[in-house]
């Protein structure tokens, strides 16, 4: 199995701030990389896809780039409604993985 | 709109099979991968395995001996049996749609059922 590894597991920060969240995967997966959001008690949903395509209706201050081993998940601005746990996970080979999460927490 | 549903028992007892089907609605199951998903309470997302409506599936080797997925394409909806179940089963379930390729991302859950094995 791919392991994929995200860091840090936990972030606090304010509002108006940048963040950036990393993945590395334990091989490559080109771009077959994708980031979710999960609130609590939800469901998670896709941000980017494809390692750096927005999913649509996700607004911009969401923003992914990398390939091959290394991925960032970049949030220009915080925003209230993005305190949230994120997870990258790999669909380049089967079984899909995640990795473990990083839970985004208001400072 | 594509809409998911879990259902199935929410207390299942150690060493019993855990079954559970999503109901699909807004789209045929046909054309598409379908995949079933758990989280263990305040922990991370681990992927159980997927089946298309063909019925090819694809496990996740760490459950493989103990997990079976089938579809019912007359009925619109596919299914998770789990057996042998323990304590570390324990975890919400949720069912997922990917797109007409395996390595797509999930674009669409259902809401999550949580299962409690004791």
């Known amino acids: 199995d791919i392991q994929m590894t995200q860091s840090p597991s936990s972030l606090s920060a304010s509002v108006g701030d940048r963040v950036t969240i990393t993945c590395r995967a334990s091989q490559s997966i080109s771009s077959y990389l994708n980031w979710y959001q999960q609130k609590p008690g939800k469901a998670p949903k896709v941000l980017i896809y494809a390692a750096s395509n927005l999913q649509s209706g996700v607004p911009s201050r969401f923003s992914g780039s990398g390939s091959g081993t290394d991925f960032t998940l970049t949030i220009s601005s915080l925003q209230p409604e993005d305190f949230a746990t994120y997870y990258c996970q790999q669909s380049y080979s089967t079984p899909d993985t995640f990795g473990q999460g990083t839970k985004l927490e208001i400072k | 709109q594509v809409q998911l549903l879990e259902s199935g028992p929410g207390l299942v007892k150690p060493s019993e099979t855990l079954s559970l089907t999503c109901s699909v609605s807004?789209?045929?199951?046909?054309?598409?991968?379908w995949s079933w998903i758990r989280q263990p309470p305040g922990r991370g997302l681990e992927y159980i395995g997927y089946i298309f409506y063909t019925g090819s599936t694809n496990y996740n080797p760490s459950l493989k001996s103990r997990v079976a997925i089938s579809v019912d394409t007359s009925k619109n909806h596919f299914s998770l049996k789990l057996t042998s179940v323990t304590a570390a089963d324990t975890a919400v379930y949720y069912c997922?749609?990917?797109?007409?390729?395996?390595?797509?991302?999930?674009?669409?859950w259902g809401q999550g059922t949580l299962v409690t094995v004791s």
């Open positions: 807004g789209v045929s199951i046909s054309s598409y991968y």
């Open positions: 997922a749609r990917g797109a007409a390729v395996s390595s797509s991302p999930l674009w669409f």
